[in-house]
């Protein structure tokens, strides 16, 4: 659904055109909550410093170690890859080989040999989702479909701190970035995880793992330079406070040049953001370990002739873990989270007698939110494997007007309680039952129920086949109940007069449904294959629609058009994945994803768009990747990829118009060379094929497209 869209991710709602008069200057509001914001970023530097100034000399002693063990993670063989420690599945720790769900596991190195240098690139090397960009700084990403343009169905983590918008249910990308450097792992389920995670965990869960201050001991730099990646410098430092308690401080700076139109010509969308955080674990007692972390974010962002818009926001989350017994431990974690969104729009004039037009204006989102979470797990007799939490969310939600786009009320506070529990149950001959509910209270529609049934079945120590039924909420978000987008034509002679409002939110609005079928297989193949398959049926319910007001003999258009849950369907699908190592120093990654979507308007119900506007996905992926580690301690990576068409719907203006992205096939290049134990250089291509390719958006002059990236880039670890 492109009217109205939201816009890159430093603002929430991009209206306005390419021209138009002056820039304007920041909002005096704005300008207040940037403020704030550099207090809050300038407390953390200055702790971070502390920090740094009391134990500086400790981590050097510790910084060759830490050096060889990203050596040997570089060095993991596919037996080493399933083995590795996974919790997105149950809440607790399981080996990849044994979690019975769609789940794949990007780690470190993946990242580091890939040349990402943001999440949203990181994530293309998860084969189980789609992902598009859409300009510098905005991204469609979804698993299992409804990768529309405002993609809900999809719950991310990082380091357990939920970070999709209440606005819209999505993810705002750019604003929730991190230091790749310092991320441990990114596991990706698809497929639903309501049961543990809560409302929209409807069609996957990305769980974002950073690495433990223990393990970023000493001192990294990092500087890259290029074409599209302007600049992107970055330092960390980490030490001890004491035997046992370790910390790390970093910061980081990326300039984002800006992507193009089909002619080539700039889009002047470039991004600036700075960030900078802190990690504190301690692991002084045996039975207890105690997090605390925090970062910090500012950014502008260029919106042409609409001036620059702002982002800006910090967090901090503490979390106390203790074990009881080898089967029985606790966790509790309590975090706060501020973001806010600046997005500026030019004037639109009075071009008609009765149109009143709009002045040039800001639209200020300012959100902050408080989540408590406790879970326990335990084992109960030789059979039952138990995991129960408890949950508690309070956002505060602000949104200030920008002329043509309100949201009613315009300040919202709204309060989530939340409960589950979860039974593994071991069977006869290797069977296991996983059962489990989780039960959810918001503001909007009040209980919601998310109940899980998964059976695992080990053929072999190394193979195992796996099926589950399960069924996810989306909830209402403010956009879908509070938004009124209004016309400035309510002056209009009848008949030609339109009403105040042009498109609306409904306080009828109710949950979206799913309900999910699924059968995987997973096996390590010998010591040098291991596949998985997944398979999938999705039956959702009331879905998004947007449904137009019966005409009267006031108003001949039918105005406004209004968010309904007039929408039922079907998906289904495959996705397949497999590595490959020939030889010592030769892995081999492949991926293949299938999807079938049939979406359509209930009978006796209406769409404006003709159950277009909630679908915009591939039905193809292919995926190849190859990492190659040469002689003179060099390394090659290649990445190809090819994604089939698109097709999405223009706007609920011109009914069931559908608009096409064409399939597109890409390469990625990474040659690295490590000079010194300390030091590495290497060099990235993204994009290679074409000089600029259009990944997402309806045909239009202003659909942007994907300009090639090449740049270099220094690693030193000291």
Partial sequence: MNVPQLPSSAGLLRLGSATGPARPGPSPKSEGERARGFASGAAILILGGVLALLAPGRAAAQSTGVAEAAVDLKQMSVNDLMNIKVTSVAKEPEKLLDAPSAIQVITNDDIERSGADSLPEALRLADNLEVAQKDVNNWAISARGFSANLADKLLVLIDGRAVYSPLYAGVIWN?????????????????????????????????????????TQGGYLEEAVGSQLQNQTEVRYGGNLAPEVYYRVYGEHTQDGSEVFSTGASALDSERVTRTGFRVDSTSAAQNLLTVQGDYYNGIQDLGAAGEGGLSGGNVLGRWSHTFADDSDLSLQLYYDQTYLATPSVASPAALPYYSGFPAAELVDDLQTYDLDFQYHWRLGAANDLIAGLGYRFTDEKDADLGIIRFSPATLRHELFS???????????????????KLEHNGYTGLETEPNARLQWALTPKQMLWAAVSRAVRTPSRYDRDLQVVTGLQNAPAPLQFPALFLSGSNNFQSETELAYELGYRAELGTRISASVSTFYNDYNDLRSITPTPTTATYIYPYPVVFQNNLEGQTYGAEVSANYQPLYWWRLHAGYDLLREHIFIKPGQVDATGALNETADPRNQYFLRSAMDLPDRAELDLAYRWIDSRILDSSPTNGPVAGMVPCYFELDARLAWQATKQLELSLVGQNLLHPHHVEYGFPSTTREEVARDVYAKAEWRF
């Fill in 175 to 215: 604003v929730q970035d991190y230091p790749l450097e310092d991320i441990d792992r990114i596991e990706v389920i698809s497929g639903p995880g309501g049961t543990l995670w809560g409302a929209n965990a409807v069609n996957g869960v990305i769980n974002i793992t950073s690495k433990s201050a223990k393990d």
């Fill in 419 to 437: 409960g589950f529990v979860q039974d593994v149950i071991a069977l006869p001959a290797n069977l296991s039952l996983t059962l489990g509910t």
